[in-house]
């Protein structure tokens, strides 16, 4: 699943599309992922509404460069800017990690409001980012020039730790295939290199100002996010309902897919 439309952003591409009919509904996928996170989520949400989705500045189909800025710092500037793009004033929202963030930091500081929030394993609370994170912080340039066949290796290892079950090769290349190449290889160290936790510190006194319902999946299996400090979100979250899902990693979309549309279907009737 890729976007196919485009929206500039400060003379960067966003790639973005819609599908299906009803109340909007916007998808936010993490990192390193992108919109493909949700190929088997969106076809079933969009019986009952208008699901909006896009690749986030640096990922996926959307525009990847040298010195550029991806951080979660100006993550939620854009989907402040999408937001205002497709006239959407008081949204459901369903995000998963670097999305969980982006989103609310979108909501605390730059006043995006929501209907409802479903948030799935979300970047929100400190400490954040697994042991290759920090060796990466520290050696950007040296991983970036790695030979392809060894980048694809190391992609295929990292994602796969984000999962609870084998992906096929089919699986996996649709995740793999935006890190490859001489744009896409040093957009992955790029945005590994400029994950900060003092964009999440920013927030994370103002959890309690939330001004919509929000829910907590978190996966039972998730190493990269453990479900403690799902735990920890959900009691700085007002009135969060937390679920713990069984037999899911990180990446719940690969591991319960019908968890997260049985969820969403409910919460956002």
């Known amino acids: ?12 591409e966003i790639a973005w599309d819609t599908v299906g009919i009803g109340s909007p509904l916007v998808l936010v996928h993490g990192t390193p992922f992108s919109s493909h996170v949700w190929h088997r989520i969106a076809p079933e949400l ?84 697994s042991p290759f994170v920090q060796h990466v912080r ?25 999962v609870s079950r084998p992906l096929t090769d089919a699986e996996f290349e649709p995740y793999i295939e935006q890190w490859t190449g001489a744009v896409g290889q040093p957009a992955f160290y790029r945005q590994i290199a400029q994950m900060d936790l003092r964009h999440t510190d920013e927030v994370q006194a103002r959890y309690n100002e939330l001004r919509c319902p929000v829910k907590l999946l978190w996966g039972e299996q998730d190493g990269w996010i453990l479900p403690e400090r799902g735990r920890e979100l959900a009691a700085l979250l007002p009135d969060c309902e937390f679920t713990l899902v069984p037999g899911s990693g990180h990446l719940m979309q690969e591991d319960a897919p019908e968890a997260v549309v049985s969820a969403a279907l409910r919460f956002f009737a």
């Open 1 to 12: 699943m890729k976007p196919g439309r485009r929206f500039d952003w400060r003379g960067s």
């Open 46 to 129: 969009a019986h009952r509404h208008t699901v909006y989705f896009y690749d986030l500045l640096g990922y996926g189909s959307s525009s990847k460069g040298e010195g550029q800025d991806v951080s979660l710092g100006i993550q939620n500037e854009v989907f402040s800017a999408m937001l205002a793009f497709w006239g959407l004033k008081q949204p459901n929202v369903l995000a998963h990690d670097f999305g969980g963030a982006t989103v609310l930091r979108a909501h605390l500081i730059n006043g995006c409001d929501y209907e409802r929030l479903l948030l799935i394993d979300p970047v929100a609370v400190r400490p954040w980012g």
């Open 138 to 162: 520290k050696n950007e340039a040296a991983f970036a020039g790695v030979p392809d066949y060894i980048q694809r290796a190391i992609l295929k290892a990292y994602i796969a730790g984000a």
